[in-house]
């Protein structure tokens, strides 16, 4: 679950704001109206950096937030072509070679 509070507010009430996020909140902190920061209980730290149009797409259900954080190519090989391998398999392609 997601919640915002303006900087104010969560200085006024840190405390509880604190408690929530221990509970598993995720508080979303604005400044003039804009997402500036995220508390995240630990181990949820953002997968991607946040932006108040990604927050916007999310809250309109066009996009679904990450169910896990991390690099999703952590796991992949590391492959390297030599120079001018990727050319040379794609002029092959278009029968340009």
């Known amino acids: 679950m997601?919640?915002?509070t303006g900087?104010?507010?969560?200085?006024?009430?840190?405390s509880a704001y604190i408690r929530r996020v221990e509970?598993?909140?995720?508080?979303?902190v604005t400044a003039h109206g804009r997402v500036v920061a995220e508390l995240v209980p630990p181990g949820m730290g953002a997968a991607r950096p946040s932006?108040?149009?990604?927050?916007?797409?999310?809250a309109a259900g066009v996009l679904r937030a990450p169910?896990?954080?991390g690099d999703p190519f952590e796991d992949w090989p590391d492959i390297r072509l030599p120079?001018?391998?990727?050319?040379?398999?794609i002029d092959d392609d278009r029968g340009e070679a």
């Open 2 to 4: 997601r919640m915002g």
């Open 7 to 14: 900087i104010r507010e969560l200085k006024n009430n840190l």
């Open 23 to 28: 509970a598993g909140e995720r508080v979303s």
């Open 51 to 58: 932006s108040p149009r990604w927050d916007e797409l999310i």
């Open 67 to 69: 169910i896990e954080s």
């Open 83 to 89: 120079r001018g391998t990727a050319a040379a398999v």
